[in-house]
């Protein structure tokens, strides 16, 4: 019986076949219910038990051997048949891959952020979770400040202390308390606030906050720079301050920049007035730098803070700020050519 399996063994080693109904044959007479290994097994039992042993190796060698050939047969079937079918031609163009878009805010932020980094501004993250004192105190914002209320700040459930940050303007503190004057940083990310969610506010958006302290700095610097920020982004240079009021700033400004009321939507867009408010600004606050550890008798500073959604909205025409988070891939798809 020995040499009646070392011949089937050598008559599976020697098997070939490209043909898928060759090879299910191989298998039924080989492997199948009725099959030479099941017919060996059977045998088996009958055999004496010192070569039981023996006998029961040969045949699950057989076993082995056998099923080891159908898989590579079949495999290479599959292989060969890829390689005939049409669907693999090789001479065929490959598939185009198609590229992903960027989200919108993304394009927007990066657009800022390069026309920053033009006139020598870095960039600068801090956390999304911050404590009281980079959000608020060192902010100079008092205990009692409407902006700590709770309706506008969410506050950690398991920890009080933290809250999800309302402005990167925490972001700037950490920046001072880590460099020295010359400080030129901008600050993007995303800012929470405890608002109704609607068409036109959200309860997280996103942010650029922009810092300037060195010596000698006025409100002439800032106004120059965001005049030629304006121009950069929107093409329009005309803008207008007006007195404002920001806890970390003294004098504080808001700026508008002249849109114009050439089309219905301009008109619709400013409200019939042809100016939009674009961002905060002022003089950093003395208090907020010598909380920061720079010493305000020696150094001044400017600093400036714009939603980035808002002006998303605004350059893409969109009108309603959910769109943006709502992940819906029929919108996100529409932002292939950036608009810059
Ligand atoms: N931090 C302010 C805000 O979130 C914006 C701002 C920044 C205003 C810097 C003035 C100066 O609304």
């Not at 199948?32 to 088996?44: C, D, R």
């Not at 999800?164 to 303007?169: D, I």
């Not at 400080?183 to 300037?212: D, K, M, W």
């Not at 009321?261 to 008109?267: F, G, I, N, Q, S």
């Amino acid at each position: 019986m020995v040499e009646k399996i070392k011949t089937l063994i050598e008559e599976v080693n020697g098997f070939a076949s490209n043909d898928a109904k060759e090879i299910e044959a191989f298998r039924i007479r080989f492997l199948g219910k009725k099959g030479t290994v099941p017919g060996l097994f059977s045998k088996l039992k009958q055999a004496k038990d010192e070569e039981k042993k023996v006998l029961g190796n040969a045949v699950n060698q057989l076993k082995a051997l056998a099923q080891e050939k159908i898989t590579l047969l079949k495999n290479n079937l599959q292989d060969f048949d890829a390689v005939r079918s049409p669907v693999a031609d090789l001479t065929l163009p490959g598939d185009p891959l198609t590229p992903g878009t960027r989200h919108p805010i993304s394009i927007v932020k990066n657009k800022i952020i390069d026309i920053f980094s033009k006139i020598g501004f870095n960039i600068s993250e801090g956390p999304e979770i911050e404590d009281d004192w980079h959000n608020f105190s060192a902010l100079n914002l008092p205990k009692h400040h409407p902006a700590r209320d709770m309706q506008d700040t969410f506050f950690l459930k398991t920890n009080p202390e933290l809250l999800l940050r309302t402005h990167t303007s925490s972001v700037q503190v950490r920046y001072m308390e880590n460099h020295k004057p010359p400080i030129r940083t901008i600050s993007p990310g995303r800012v929470y606030r405890n608002e109704a969610v609607s068409a036109r506010s959200h309860c997280f958006f996103h942010q650029v906050e922009g810092l300037y302290v060195d010596k000698n700095v006025s409100f002439a610097d800032l106004k120059q720079t965001i005049r030629f920020f304006t121009e950069e982004l929107f093409g329009k240079s005309k803008i207008r301050l007006r007195p404002s009021y920001f806890p970390f700033t003294e004098p504080s400004a808001e700026v508008d920049v002249y849109w114009g009321l050439d089309t219905e939507a301009d008109y619709r867009i400013t409200k019939g007035t042809g100016w939009l408010e674009i961002m905060g600004c002022g003089m950093v606050d003395p208090n907020v730098l010598e909380n920061c550890g720079i010493n305000p008798k020696d150094y001044s500073g400017f600093a400036f803070g714009m939603g980035i959604d808002r002006i998303a909205l605004l350059l893409y025409q969109i009108d309603d700020i959910r769109l943006f988070s709502e992940n819906d891939l029929r919108f996100l798809k529409q932002f292939k050519r950036e608009i810059f």
